[in-house]
């Protein structure tokens, strides 16, 4: 775009190159909706106020920030990482590209455990822990929406732990954060009420299914496991909640969707008595809950 144009831009304008820039790449609502997310952040204008302001002429700074968007949608890489926010279960969350965007499906997760949730008798504080925390997106919305909880949170990348920290502070809730290779734990150090994870669960082989924006943005350590041993962290997770969880503790994952059953039968044979699987939205088994007794 050259210095004349920059100069007299107004938002019609813009809205008309983002549209003409991008639509070989991207459908035309989905370029609308980008350009609608990044009004909000560079313009502090909602949907509506864009439609009000369409002859409001820009200025360059703010030009600026949206060629640089504009550049990275380009390269399809993923809207949250350029605006470096999202949303989740209603709440704010900072990413970046040491941690997963969150996903609508693992809100449901969160919503099934809020749902489930009851207070214990006698006031006791109910521990809560979140393994695989990355954004802390599921260990914040719980702290927000219980917050008569006591919420701890693991991981094993120090990045990751950095954002979470950041969002649990933005989100003005109280989480215990710590860093740890859950798979070279032998034991948890407290003992928990309920325990949940979304753990890393794309196969090596499902790897085509996966869109190249994913791939090439978001970290593989959240993403995938080996095709001879997908389970890995389940397996781990179900042993340490076997030995850390209270009689009455609830154990809940999100799961790879083709593996439901493996899944629940593999934390049957561990030892957890009742094991239920759920689909999510798109009717595909995605969440599993398992207590003891
Ligand atoms: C699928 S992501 C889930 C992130 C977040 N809980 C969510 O639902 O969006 C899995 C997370 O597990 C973490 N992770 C991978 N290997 C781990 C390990 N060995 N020990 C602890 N955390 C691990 C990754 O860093 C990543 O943040």
Not at 47 to 72: G, M, P, Y
Not at 81 to 104: A, C
Not at 214 to 230: K, M, T, W
Request: with cysteine.
């Amino acid at each position: 775009m050259d210095d004349k144009r920059i100069v007299s831009l107004k938002i019609k304008d813009l809205r008309k190159d983002f549209i003409d820039s991008l639509s070989e790449l991207y459908e035309p609502e989905e370029v609308l909706s980008f350009f609608y997310i990044l009004s909000e952040k560079f313009l502090g204008l909602r949907r509506v106020d864009v439609a009000l302001a369409l002859e409001t002429v820009i200025s360059s700074q703010e030009l600026s920030k949206f060629e640089n968007a504009k550049n990275h949608l380009k390269k399809q890489d993923p809207i949250q990482y350029i605006t470096g926010d999202t949303e989740f279960y209603g709440l704010s969350f900072k990413v970046n590209q040491n941690v997963l965007i969150p996903r609508p499906e693992t809100e449901e997760l969160v919503d099934w455990i809020i749902k489930d949730y009851q207070r214990k008798e006698g006031g006791r504080k109910i521990k809560v822990l979140d393994i695989g925390t990355g954004s802390g997106c599921i260990a914040i919305s719980l702290a927000k929406n219980l917050p008569e909880i006591d919420m701890y949170a693991i991981d094993v990348s120090k990045e990751a732990l950095e954002v979470a920290k950041e969002n649990a502070k933005h989100n003005k809730v109280a989480v215990t954060f710590m860093c740890a290779d859950i798979l070279q734990l032998d034991a948890l150090k407290n003992s928990f009420d309920i325990i949940i994870s979304n753990p890393p669960y794309v196969r090596e082989l499902e790897k085509q299914e996966i869109h190249a924006n994913v791939l090439e943005n978001e970290p593989h350590l959240a993403l995938f496991v080996s095709d001879q041993d997908p389970l890995i962290f389940y397996r781990k997770i179900t042993r340490l909640a076997k030995k850390s969880l209270l009689a009455d503790g609830l154990l809940y994952f999100e799961i790879n969707q083709y593996l439901g059953t493996e899944t629940k039968e593999m934390i049957k044979k561990l030892g957890f008595n009742s094991v239920s699987l759920r689909k999510d939205l798109y009717n595909n088994d995605r969440m599993i809950k398992a207590s003891i007794i």
